[in-house]
């Protein structure tokens, strides 16, 4: 009777005896140099010769995120924290006075060579830095879901990513590590990946300034009015209480004011979702806290180490 793990199991060891033959090593080593010689590459860090990613650069990049820290503090525009059901607020409490900012892990520092190798994997076609961005993302993930109480399955959101910029690039940055993440089963225990939040078609920015150039323009060239305005009213995740009961950690690359996960928490929370913090890749301020909520190193330090 045919068995079909067995069989699989022998495929695959032929196939690893077929890779790791001489001759055959001998050819890969020769298709190599050849690649090196017609399409010449170079460490996006460093500049060496021959690497996208050199093993010391890739050895400073994964250091950079072996201590996730909560990067709240450092973004204005993000929301309050979810409301807990036993200690809510009393009667007359402002509760955006009064309650912490979204608790946001960040692997890193948007800094050094950790910037340098998401910039290349998101805007210059880098795809095989994903390997070297998917271990900090991974770490930040299970620290935020352990954080949170387990009191039911967590959905990891991502945030949305505009139409003119998959054209652009050709593939969706943030969606491609967390399709890895899962298929690898990567993931923390207890978690799925599920585009809640998508981008609206007829949000209020669309309809009060139809054409307008100011509206379109990147993130990174805008004041704190003018992000919160670019972004307002982009996003949807379906009508009221269609997402009632779900429990979900937003997850985006790079954290600057807050503004974008704050669209998507916005969404989220009015279909009825529950949304217990975000995670990102890096943020562009220093940490002031680690995962402990201890002082974290000073800024020369992280310079110094990486």
Not at 19 to 25: E, I, R
Request: proline letters at 7%; a positive charge.
């Amino acid at each position: 009777m045919f068995r079909f793990p067995i069989a699989v199991s022998r495929v695959a060891k032929t196939a690893d005896r077929c890779w790791l033959h001489p001759c055959v090593s001998a050819v890969r080593s020769a298709s190599a140099d050849l690649v090196a010689v017609l399409l010449p590459t170079s460490c996006v860090v460093c500049g060496a010769a021959d690497y996208s990613l050199c093993p010391h650069c890739r050895h400073r990049v994964r250091r950079s995120g072996v201590r996730p820290y909560y990067a709240q503090a450092a973004a204005e525009m993000l929301p309050h924290a979810e409301v807990q059901p036993s200690n809510g607020p009393g009667p007359g409490i402002d509760v955006e006075l009064e309650l912490p900012a979204l608790p946001v892990l960040a692997a890193g520092r948007y800094a050094g060579s950790l910037a340098r190798v998401l910039l290349a994997f998101k805007n210059h076609g880098h795809t095989d830095l994903a390997g070297a961005l998917r271990p900090l993302l991974a770490g930040a993930l299970h620290q935020a879901v352990s954080d949170v109480p387990s009191s039911s399955k967590l959905v990891l959101v991502p945030v949305p990513g505009t139409g003119s910029a998959l054209r652009r690039r050709g593939y969706n940055p943030l969606g491609m590590l967390l399709g890895t993440l899962h298929t690898g089963g990567l993931l923390p225990a207890g978690t799925d990946v599920q585009a809640l939040v998508r981008l609206s078609v007829t949000g209020p920015r669309v309809l009060l300034r139809p054409g307008s150039r100011k509206n379109s323009g990147s993130q990174k060239s805008l004041g704190r009015k003018g992000r919160r305005r670019n972004v307002y009213g982009t996003m949807t995740a379906g009508g009221a209480g269609s997402l009632s009961g779900v429990r979900c950690l937003v997850v985006d690359d790079v954290l600057t004011t807050g503004a974008t996960i704050a669209e998507a928490t916005r969404v989220l929370r009015a279909a009825g979702a529950r949304v217990e913090g975000a995670v990102v890749i890096a943020v562009t301020a220093a940490p002031s806290c680690d995962v402990d909520n201890s002082r974290g190193r000073s800024l020369a330090q992280s310079e110094r180490l990486g």
